[in-house]
């Protein structure tokens, strides 16, 4: 990405930038003097943030735009090169989720999820990739999560969206190795504190949360601004995302047998609420929010002790797996 003094500023579009990290994301660079391009569905949150963005010193454009539609997509990226002159980097962000067991959770939810989280970030490729051969560089940025690396039990569609996702992203970086001024860069953080999970949809009628350690949005966006400075192919982000990366590679079949019993155990205590299809085919009405409030003092005390917890276990199933071999 150009230095903020070169003759032109930074040119950056972000999709789901109408809240959690992608307006944490927007927010930094702003602050960093980059001209932005903001895109979600929500329009009346994305010129919120748009203007937060314009007060920390950047400019932006507010663009309303359903990822899941290629032809808005595509509109997208011509409106950004019009706007803009050109774009520097694409950071595909948007990301759903439905909570349920498979069967119980209704097939147009497993499908939304899928067209977003996997068809949107192909739709956004697809776009801006012309863009990047024409100027000869650009850098696409995938923003995955810990989903990509191990399946999570009761959300099954999304564990095939960042599946998909992952493979997609790999084969789209051999695709472009001989363009070294185009990057395809993946972001995979632990769980953050986002409004996702109030936004997304509930099958189980239980009251959802993330198990600590917790990550503040705007460590996320840091590290989104790192790699678009300095693009990677992988850059992983929290202890939670590391570990759970080392241990489901050292046992798969165990991580997601004991991680399905551990939320089979939380939804038996948690609160009861009403089930809902959530942000799935509607943006949702609170948005232009970067933090879920996930991140209570009690969590952050024993995200210490979780981080320990997960580096023994992951630790003994590497050796128990080494042994074996």
């Given at each position: 990405?150009?230095?903020r003094?070169?003759?032109?500023?930074?040119?950056?579009?972000?999709?789901?930038?109408?809240?959690?990290?992608?307006?944490?994301?927007?927010?930094?660079?702003?602050?960093?003097?980059?001209?932005?391009?903001?895109?979600?569905?929500?329009?009346?949150?994305?010129?919120?943030?748009?203007?937060?963005?314009r007060?920390?010193?950047?400019?932006?454009?507010?663009?309303?735009?359903?990822?899941?539609?290629?032809?808005?997509?595509?509109?997208?990226?011509?409106?950004?090169?019009?706007?803009?002159?050109?774009?520097?980097?694409?950071?595909?962000?948007?990301?759903?989720?439905?909570?349920?067991?498979?069967e119980?959770?209704?097939?147009?939810?497993?499908?939304?999820?899928?067209?977003?989280?996997?068809?949107?970030?192909?739709?956004?490729?697809?776009?801006?990739?012309?863009?990047?051969?024409?100027?000869?560089?650009?850098?696409?940025?995938?923003?995955i999560?810990?989903?990509?690396?191990?399946?999570?039990?009761?959300?099954?569609?999304?564990?095939?969206?960042?599946?998909?996702?992952?493979?997609?992203?790999?084969?789209?970086?051999?695709?472009?190795?001989?363009?070294?001024?185009?990057?395809?860069?993946?972001?995979?953080?632990?769980?953050?504190?986002?409004?996702?999970?109030?936004?997304?949809?509930?099958?189980?009628?239980?009251?959802?949360?993330?198990?600590?350690?917790?990550?503040?949005?705007?460590r996320?966006?840091?590290?989104?601004v790192?790699?678009?400075?300095d693009?990677?192919?992988?850059?992983?982000?929290?202890?939670?995302?590391?570990?759970?990366?080392?241990?489901?590679a050292?046992?798969?079949?165990?991580?997601?047998?004991?991680?399905?019993?551990?939320?089979?155990?939380?939804?038996?205590?948690?609160?009861?609420?009403?089930?809902?299809?959530?942000?799935?085919?509607?943006?949702?009405?609170?948005?232009?929010?970067?933090?879920?409030?996930?991140r209570?003092?009690?969590?952050?005390?024993?995200?210490?002790?979780?981080?320990?917890?997960?580096?023994?276990?992951?630790?003994?199933?590497?050796a128990?797996?080494?042994?074996?071999?």
């Amino acid at each position: 990405m150009p230095h903020r003094d070169a003759p032109h500023p930074p040119r950056v579009v972000i999709t789901g930038a109408s809240s959690g990290i992608g307006q944490a994301t927007a927010e930094l660079f702003a602050r960093r003097g980059v001209h932005l391009v903001v895109a979600a569905r929500n329009l009346e949150a994305l010129e919120e943030v748009a203007a937060r963005c314009r007060a920390a010193g950047g400019q932006a454009t507010a663009v309303r735009t359903d990822v899941t539609d290629a032809g808005a997509v595509r509109a997208l990226a011509e409106k950004a090169v019009a706007e803009l002159g050109a774009i520097d980097v694409w950071v595909s962000n948007v990301g759903v989720g439905a909570v349920g067991r498979y069967e119980d959770t209704p097939i147009e939810a497993h499908e939304q999820v899928i067209r977003s989280n996997l068809i949107g970030h192909m739709n956004d490729a697809h776009a801006v990739l012309p863009v990047f051969s024409r100027q000869g560089t650009g850098t696409f940025i995938n923003m995955i999560s810990l989903g990509g690396f191990s399946a999570a039990p009761f959300a099954a569609a999304y564990s095939a969206s960042k599946f998909g996702l992952r493979g997609f992203a790999e084969a789209l970086r051999a695709e472009v190795a001989d363009r070294p001024g185009i990057h395809i860069c993946d972001v995979y953080p632990g769980f953050v504190d986002t409004p996702g999970i109030r936004h997304g949809a509930n099958y189980v009628g239980r009251r959802l949360s993330a198990p600590p350690p917790v990550l503040d949005p705007r460590r996320v966006a840091a590290a989104i601004v790192r790699v678009a400075h300095d693009p990677r192919p992988t850059t992983v982000v929290g202890v939670a995302a590391v570990m759970t990366r080392v241990v489901h590679a050292a046992s798969p079949a165990l991580t997601t047998r004991a991680l399905a019993r551990f939320m089979s155990a939380y939804f038996q205590r948690a609160e009861p609420v009403s089930t809902s299809d959530g942000n799935l085919f509607e943006p949702s009405a609170d948005a232009a929010v970067v933090e879920g409030g996930l991140r209570s003092p009690r969590q952050r005390a024993a995200a210490g002790v979780t981080a320990g917890v997960a580096t023994a276990v992951g630790g003994f199933l590497f050796a128990r797996t080494r042994l074996r071999r």
